[in-house]
């Protein structure tokens, strides 16, 4: 017979606590703290305990059991009152209850770290753990990066700095410290550049006041780097004198035939080669054409950023990150005659030499890349 149908029988029975000895006074219940749904409840009889009675109990869910010492499994969380009765072997009855709380079970949360990801150095990756779920809610995301760098939230942004394959662990965290942990992966590649070279020029100025006949002047100027090609443009501007004879008595004079004057520029390029060139034309032009040349190209360079792929360029030749070096010049001044010698004697020579100007022109390339982007 089931226990609870066994007490009802006991009950009923005619005079059973109303004609019998009495009343049980003093049955209490040692009932559990904090127990979790599930989990077993250990209850037992305290207090008053008569040789030789049973135990009935309810445990207010619908169920109950015989027993001094007995346990119990509450299936769902909630607040059941707990009811004891202890029948003598006279019949003599007494009953005790207690109120019991079941807390609720916290389950373990479940951690996706989300799918692997491919990605070049630097390039900024988003993680996503938002498909993390815990069923009571509320959880902490940790991402070790596998770099030794750490993040927090469920969809963080992070970047590589070196290639290589990371294995990325992220561990949720629940309001009662309970965790999971999951995995991804991230496949880091170094970037790719594609190389070009472009040609440029650079000019530099140089400029004097009147030089004397027979005199030179020395000029150095340190050219670009990865030189290619170095021309030399000096020019000067005879004197406009209009030089007349004088014709004693009268307004008039015989007109002076003018004379250009004369110079010769000099240019020496620091691994020695020279030029000279000689004339009285108004300009003189020395030109050095394939100083250097450009260095056949890579088609792509793989690096971590666009300075790391000129630097490669750089170690490996192909561009230089100084000058060629000082390129010497020399202005001569030959002869600044103002009339051809005419009347010598009689007209002085005030053109010992005129201004003038030499333009320094360096044509050099220059590396650039650009990322090739995937």
């Known amino acids: 017979m089931r226990p ?3 007490l009802t029988a006991l009950l009923l029975v005619a005079g059973c606590l109303d004609a019998g000895p009495g009343r049980l006074e003093g049955v209490s219940i040692a ?14 009889a305290s207090g008053l305990q008569p040789a030789g009675a049973r135990y009935y109990w309810e445990f207010g869910d619908g169920s109950g059991v015989v027993g001094q010492a007995v346990t119990h499994i509450y299936t769902d969380e909630g607040i059941y009152s707990v009811q004891l009765t202890v029948v003598a072997p006279d019949g003599a009855a007494g009953s005790a209850s207690v109120t019991v709380e079941i807390l609720h079970r916290n389950e373990p949360p479940t951690a996706n770290a989300g799918p692997g990801q491919e990605a070049r150095v630097r390039e900024q990756l988003r993680f996503d753990g938002s498909n993390s779920s815990d069923p009571e809610g509320g959880l902490d995301w940790t991402w070790n990066f596998g770099d030794g760098v750490v993040g927090e939230g469920a969809r963080p942004f992070h970047n590589y700095s070196a290639p290589g394959n990371y294995s990325v662990t992220l561990t949720v965290t629940d309001s009662e410290g309970l965790n999971a942990t999951a995995t991804t992966w991230v496949e880091v590649q170094l970037r790719q550049f594609a190389v070009s070279f472009i040609e440029l020029q650079r000019s530099y100025y140089h400029s004097d006041t009147t030089l004397e006949e027979a005199t030179t002047t020395w000029r150095d100027q340190n050219s670009t780097h990865n030189l290619t090609a170095a021309s030399f443009l000096l020019v000067w501007q005879d004197e406009t004198y209009n030089y007349r004879i004088p014709i004693v008595g009268t307004d ?3 007109p002076v035939p003018f004379q250009d004057d004369n110079f010769t520029l000099t240019v020496t390029a620091p691994q020695g080669e020279s030029g000279s060139l000689t004339g009285e034309t108004g300009q003189l032009l020395l030109e050095f054409s394939d100083v250097n040349s450009v260095p056949p190209l890579p088609e792509t360079v793989e690096a971590e950023s666009e300075a790391a792929a000129l630097a490669w360029l750089l170690s490996q030749g192909y561009t230089r990150s100084t000058g060629w070096g000082p390129w010497e010049m020399g202005v001569t ?15 002085t020579d005030d053109d010992p ?6 333009t320094v022109t360096y044509t050099f390339y220059e590396a650039r890349v650009i990322e090739i982007l995937v």
Do not use: K
Not at 32 to 41: N, S
Not at 353 to 358: Q, V
């Open 4 to 6: 609870l149908l066994l």
């Open 353 to 358: 030499g005129n201004d003038w100007t030499l």
């Open 31 to 44: 009932a559990p703290e904090g127990v979790i749904e599930g989990d077993p409840a250990q209850f037992s």
């Open 333 to 347: 001044c030959n002869d600044a005659p103002p009339d051809g010698g005419i009347m010598e004697g009689y007209l």
């Open 252 to 254: 008039t004079g015989i």
